[in-house]
């Protein structure tokens, strides 16, 4: 190891020292620069952009639980993504339920459908495991798009009501939508960082970084991954729940391959076992095809030339770099290293 890659790790253990000790100071900064956003900013297209990001770092969470810290690779995200939203907006519209009833029954039913998939695709990993949850992907979409007496088929569901809370409907007009989404992305990544830091969660990461020697440790691998996949279905699902919302109308195109595509992307360019780059991944990849809608179609080429970037130069993401770092190293343990490479030059010379 040279002195400059010590450097560089020193620089990111004190960056990374510096955010853990002052972890709540600025997650309550956080949560008040976006309740005073909206009183500083009212612009509802800007606000709307704001909650779409929002809306789509959850589903990064989702998904992280399982790719990121449980190696679990998945192409069809998008599909319980569809269970939530379609769930939660047909009790709604038919059923005449309020939202939050809903958005629970919609999280119910992705996590039962997260335990049937976990199920067959336990002793499945890498690629095989990819082309399984993609199948998945498209048979919710076949689904939602045939089993038109309930999800009225390629008409999809309209007319979605807003969440309401004593009465008041909840919109991005009168801020109440934006104040809900920031609410649930708020418990989301505090549930996210407790399951880090629990028992459940450091499973999960031995899982990721050796099966087999998970096994030996006594870890119950089977256990441990559907667990994966049911916890990041529901949050997907809720996610699902807020997106029907906030758009009004779903149907089966909305939901197909390129957003499980999109969702993965958040997770690698913000960082895979991270939580900040749920964060940070959603509002690049989000924010990105807005600000450069003048670029008219070629703004998609730009989208697959950052990640293509970020695959070839940074695959760890923007902010996973962590994850290649997962002791720091004493200053005893750097003064040896820096006197064993003195000592190598020497003999070299």
Aim: proline content about 3%; aromatic content about 10%; some cysteine.
């Amino acid at each position: 190891m040279t002195n400059t890659r010590m450097e560089k790790h020193s620089f990111l253990y004190q960056f990374e020292s510096f955010i853990s000790k002052n972890q709540k100071l600025l997650l309550i900064l956080l949560a008040a620069f976006l309740c005073l956003l909206p009183k500083s900013v009212n612009n509802q297209y800007f606000l709307t952009v704001i909650v779409k990001m929002a809306v789509y770092a959850m589903f990064g969470l989702g998904l992280n639980i399982l790719t990121g810290y449980t190696g679990l690779v998945s192409l069809g995200h998008a599909g319980f993504v569809a269970i939530g939203a379609y769930t939660a907006s047909l009790c709604a519209v038919k059923l005449g339920l309020s939202f939050f009833p809903s958005m629970l029954l919609g999280m119910v039913a992705a996590g039962l459908v997260g335990i049937l998939l976990g199920l067959p695709t336990l002793r499945l990993t890498g690629t095989y495991l990819s082309i399984v949850t993609l199948g998945f992907g498209e048979i919710i979409k076949m689904i939602a798009m045939n089993w038109s007496p309930v999800t009225n088929g390629t008409l999809g569901v309209k007319n979605i009501p807003k969440p309401a809370v004593f009465g008041m409907k909840l919109t991005i007009a009168n801020h109440g939508l934006y104040y809900l989404v920031m609410i649930i992305l708020i418990v989301c990544t505090v549930f996210c960082l407790v399951l880090v830091k629990s028992k459940t969660g450091r499973a999960l990461q031995a899982i990721k970084g050796d099966e087999l020697a998970s096994v030996m440790m006594g870890i119950n691998v089977t256990y441990y991954k559907i667990l994966a996949f049911v916890l990041s279905a529901c949050i997907c699902a809720a996610a699902g729940a807020l997106y029907a919302t906030l758009i009004g109308y779903v149907d089966p195109n909305t939901f197909n391959f390129d957003v499980s595509t999109l969702i993965l992307s958040i997770v690698i360019l913000g960082g895979m076992g991270t939580i900040r780059g749920m964060f940070l991944g959603a509002a690049i990849l989000i924010a990105l095809p807005e600000v450069s809608r003048f670029l008219m179609v070629y703004r998609f080429v730009l989208y697959g030339v950052i990640l293509v970037v970020m695959m070839r130069f940074r695959p760890q993401g923007i902010l996973g770099w962590k994850s290649q770092l997962p002791y720091k190293l004493s200053r005893q343990v750097v003064e040896r290293l820096k006197t064993a490479e003195t000592e190598e030059a020497g003999d070299n010379g």
